[in-house]
C-alpha cells in the first residue's frame, strides 16, 4: 500500500507527510503480543481507507524518532501507541488495547 510508510527518522516522516494535513502515526513494538494486536487493528483499518496516510515506527529500530514524537507531541511515550495529526497537531491518541479500527472509524467520521 503506497499509503502504508514505515518512517525510521524524523526527515523521512516530514518527507512523508509531505503537505498532507491529516494523517495517522502508530509506534509498533516488534516484540509486544499488545501492540501485534493494535498493529492487526491498525493494518485492517489502514486497507479500507486508502485515501489516508498511515506511517508507522518500530519503537526497537527507530527509538530516537520515538522519543522525537514524545517530545513533539508532549505525549508520554507508550507502546503500542497511536496518533492523528492534524495541521501539524495531535487531535486523537489512544495506547494499548484502545487502538481499535472501530475507534479510529468512529473519530474519523
Not at 17 to 41: D, I, M
Not at 47 to 55: A, E, K, T
Amino acid at each position: 500500500m503506497e499509503n502504508f510508510v514505515h518512517v525510521r527518522n524524523l526527515d523521512e516522516l516530514k518527507q512523508a507527510v509531505g503537505r498532507e494535513q491529516h494523517y495517522w502515526l502508530f509506534k509498533h513494538s516488534s516484540t509486544c503480543p499488545v501492540s501485534a494486536g493494535a498493529w492487526k487493528e491498525y493494518s485492517e483499518y489502514a486497507s479500507l481507507h486508502p485515501h489516508q496516510l498511515f506511517l508507522y515506527l518500530v519503537v526497537q529500530e527507530d527509538r530516537e524518532l520515538s522519543a522525537s514524537i514524545e517530545e513533539i507531541t508532549g505525549i508520554r511515550h507508550e507502546s503500542p501507541q497511536l496518533f492523528h495529526f492534524a495541521s501539524e497537531q495531535v487531535d486523537w491518541h489512544a495506547s494499548h488495547n484502545k487502538i481499535k479500527s472501530k475507534a479510529m472509524k468512529e473519530f474519523i467520521a
